[in-house]
């Protein structure tokens, strides 16, 4: 099992940036594709983006292409979220997670992520 601890979430106006951090310990982190995914309030939780495990492919939800990067550094065994031009529908827990198994070629299907953080809230501010 992986144990990931999310950090960097806070405050923020609108059009603010943050970078979000997972760290991850136990099993080896550079075997899996890691994935990003946020649950705003009444909401279900939504895939945000994910990324191979040598980074050479990332996908992303429409709503935050071009505003968002995922990027991961197998070393420090953290994956990374910096998230630029923020708005507040962007408000949500936001949590990692490592894909356990892949049963289809869509990144962002939450049943095949094994391991998750407890999550760090954003928030933006109007």
């Known amino acids: 099992q992986v144990q990931l601890v999310e950090s960097g979430g806070g405050l923020v106006q609108a059009g603010g940036s943050l970078r979000l951090s997972c760290a991850a310990s136990?099993?080896?982190?550079?075997?899996?594709?890691m994935g990003w995914f946020r649950q705003a309030p009444g909401k279900e939780r939504e895939f945000v983006a994910a990324?191979?495990?040598?980074?050479?492919?990332?996908s992303y939800t429409d709503s935050v292409k071009g505003r968002f990067t995922i990027s991961r550094d197998n070393v420090k065994n953290t994956v990374y979220l910096q998230m630029n031009s923020l708005k507040p529908e962007d408000t949500a827990v936001y949590y990692c997670?490592?894909?356990?198994?892949?049963?289809?070629?869509?990144?962002?299907?939450?049943?095949?992520?094994?391991?998750w953080g407890q999550g760090t809230q954003v928030t933006v501010s109007s």
């Open positions: 997670a490592t894909r356990t198994r892949v049963v289809t070629s869509f990144p962002g299907r939450q049943n095949e992520y094994g391991d």
């Open positions: 990324i191979t495990q040598t980074s050479g492919t990332t």
């Open positions: 136990g099993r080896t982190f550079s075997r899996y594709m």
